[in-house]
């Protein structure tokens, strides 16, 4: 095979992308199903974009396209109330893990990926012992267990306890 049919041009890597990170209007996502399905399928992605960061946000594969924030602060814009919303569905539902892992920025990771990113924490034990706070937060969601994954440091519910970097 010819290394020059794997070259590809900026526009074939920006296209590519834009369809992978659903940045394209028959894309966007429009329940919290769809929101876990790309979450789950880009592994990891940002709550909203970063600036010089090229990842995956789940704000704009809300929008279905790349949209600046600064303006939208109000309360009759959809877009913005489905990712204030999913963002705390999802995890409290213990589906996703959502935390600020990589410069300090809101994110999701599936829980495919969280065993990886659980193994470089101080918090690390075994392999099946990282998941057991959020299935106790998933299988009941009451006051009490609210309260119970706290103090245990649930992943989905107190995320600077469960991944704090080892030194």
Request: glycine fraction near 6%; include cysteine; aromatic fraction near 12%.
């Amino acid at each position: 095979m010819d290394t020059a049919d794997l070259e590809l041009t900026p526009q074939q890597v920006k296209d590519w992308r834009d369809a992978h990170y659903h940045r394209q209007h028959d894309l966007r996502l429009r329940d919290s199903q769809q929101a876990l399905e790309f979450i789950n399928e880009v592994g990891l992605c940002f709550l909203f974009p970063m600036k010089g960061v090229e990842m995956p946000s789940l704000w704009e594969a809300i929008c279905g396209r790349s949209r600046a924030l600064r303006q939208l602060w109000g309360h009759d814009d959809i877009e913005l109330e489905y990712a204030w919303r999913w963002k705390d569905e999802l995890p409290s539902r213990g589906l996703v893990f959502y935390g600020k892992l990589l410069r300090k920025k809101p994110m999701f990771i599936s829980l495919d990926l969280l065993p990886y990113f659980y193994g470089l924490s101080r918090n690390y034990r075994d392999l099946e012992g990282y998941l057991e706070p959020i299935r106790k937060v998933s299988r009941d969601s009451s006051s009490r267990s609210t309260h119970a994954a706290k103090r245990s440091g649930c992943c989905a519910r107190s995320p600077a306890r469960c991944f704090r970097t080892r030194s």
